[in-house]
């Protein structure tokens, strides 16, 4: 299908403003260096978007897309629904921490939802099914109870979330690799697991 003109500069205006974030984060997403990186007079990016609140909004929307496209499910490699799950989590963390700016952009940039957008909660549906699929494994296979999901699923997101949070703080020392070795455990302690020694060995 055929874009319009209108689309057309309305795409072209969110991979600049895409391009801005992923090389040096939100903060330097700005009209004026906006409408400097795709040609358009300053006043005439407001033809797009009502403010910059809505241009970040859409953008925010737009990279989630992007995100959830680029995390297809690894897991479906796995039989073992454990080691499934700590796949799809180990792809979720290697995305942040190849893009750093992008998760400073989802949780530390300041929005104001639209009235009447509701985009962002059909993205988070999809999100929320992709983790359903992970958890859902281990309740088919008997390693936990179907009432044992939410508090399993919010005690490891929000681990993850506050690791990957804490490894980008100033202070942070944890790298990718200490996340993943951290969250590995947690699961397991959760799912009554030994985890595997250096060697292999249980």
Known sequence: MTMSKKERTLQEILRAAKASILADGHESVTVRRLAEKTGLAYTGLYYYFKDLNALLWTLRLDMIDDMMAELTVVESAHKDPIEALLAGLSQYTGYFFQHPTVFRFFYFGQFVQPEGDERYLKLQARMGEIWQQSFSRLVQSGQVLPEEIDFLARTIIYALQGMITLSFSANGLMTQET???ELEQ?????????????????
């Open 179 to 181: 996340v993943q070795s």
């Open 186 to 202: 947690l699961v397991l302690y959760l799912l009554k697991k030994e985890p595997q020694s250096p060697e292999g060995g249980q």
